[in-house]
């Protein structure tokens, strides 16, 4: 597998290649209705994508304002690759640069094990989100 390269960006600027694998990813893959995958937070986060070498977008995640982790996809080609990891630690790397005390994400049921292994803890039950089982995980960045 060739590698990638991963950057910091903002919807304005990329928002057609962050789309392209978020479709993929959730409405093509997973099912996830077209009207639910674009919300009015796209436009107020930060992103980061990944691209491959010859320059094909194959990994994104978000940041909100409010420290909340989402919309993190990897087209299933590049999948233990070092790509959601990396996304992982650039969205964390962000939040403590904002400020974040903590960050907290929805993760889908089947991932929860990848962010433990990255400092997140569950917290209350599983719950339906598109269709989809997910759990609330939070992970604490700066120390009280």
Same mark, same amino acid.
């Given at each position: 597998?060739?590698?990638?390269? =991963?950057?910091?960006? @903002? ?10 694998? #978020?479709?993929?990813v959730? @409405? ?5 209705? =077209?009207?639910?995958?674009?919300? /009015? ?6 992103? %980061? ?8 977008? @194959? ?8 420290? *909340?982790?989402?919309?993190? &996809? %990897? =087209?299933?080609?590049? #999948?233990?690759?070092g %790509?959601?990891?990396?996304? =992982? ?7 403590? /640069? ?11 049921? *089947? &991932?929860? +094990?990848?962010?433990a ?6 917290? +209350?039950d ?12 939070? #992970?604490q960045?700066?120390?009280?």
């Open positions: 597998m060739p590698g990638f390269t =991963l950057r910091r960006t @903002v919807w304005s600027e990329d928002a057609p290649r962050l789309q392209e694998v #978020r479709f993929e959730f @409405v093509r893959e997973q099912g996830v209705p =077209l009207e639910l995958e674009w919300d /009015e937070f796209d436009a107020l986060s930060r992103h %980061v994508l990944a691209t491959s070498h010859d320059g094909r977008a @194959v990994g994104t995640g978000r940041l909100l304002p409010n420290g *909340h982790i989402g919309r993190m &996809a %990897v =087209l299933a080609a590049w #999948r233990r690759c %790509v959601g990891r990396a996304i =992982l630690t650039e969205l964390l790397a962000m939040a403590r /640069e904002e400020g974040h005390a903590s960050v907290v994400l929805h993760a889908q049921t *089947h &991932a929860t +094990g990848f962010y292994r990255h400092g997140f803890e569950p917290e +209350g599983a719950f339906l989100e598109a269709g989809i089982p997910h759990r609330t995980m939070r #992970r960045l700066l120390t009280k």
